[in-house]
């Protein structure tokens, strides 16, 4: 099992950037995805999530109406667009995935290498 994180950068506050997770070696709709991030200083917070069963998602509500995480099952590649960024949003984002749902990272038994993004005023 392998996860691999891409689409990280700097952007300027108010700008976008989409983040992809390319998933190996299982198919991702049998897991739950979910994106955490860690900015320096502080614990993994979960942003975004993806039920593998029926493809729900849910967001923190720091990112609500801003994020958008969504799933290419013939790619077998999971995204996060991210809009209207804040200086806030500043962090190392990791993709992670799980045969069951759960909202906390040490729930999640499969982590990707982690992306930074850099939000600037």
């Known amino acids: 099992v392998q996860l691999v994180e891409s689409g990280g950068g700097l952007v300027q506050a108010g700008g976008s950037l989409r983040l992809s997770c390319a998933a190996s070696?299982?198919?991702?709709?049998?897991?739950?995805i979910s994106w955490f991030r860690q900015a320096p200083g502080t614990g993994r917070e979960g942003s975004s999530w993806?039920?593998?069963?029926?493809?729900?998602?849910y967001y923190a509500d720091s990112v609500k109406g801003r994020f958008t995480i969504s799933s290419d099952n013939a790619k077998n590649t999971t995204y996060l667009q991210m809009n209207s960024l804040k200086v806030e949003d500043t962090a190392v984002y990791y993709c992670?995935?799980?045969?069951?749902?759960?909202?906390?990272?040490?729930?999640?038994?499969?982590w990707g290498q982690g992306t930074q993004v850099t939000v600037s005023s």
């Open positions: 070696g299982f198919p991702l709709e049998d897991y739950a």
């Open positions: 992670a995935a799980d045969r069951s749902f759960g909202s906390s990272w040490w729930e999640y038994g499969y």
């Open positions: 993806i039920a593998g069963s029926d493809g729900r998602t």
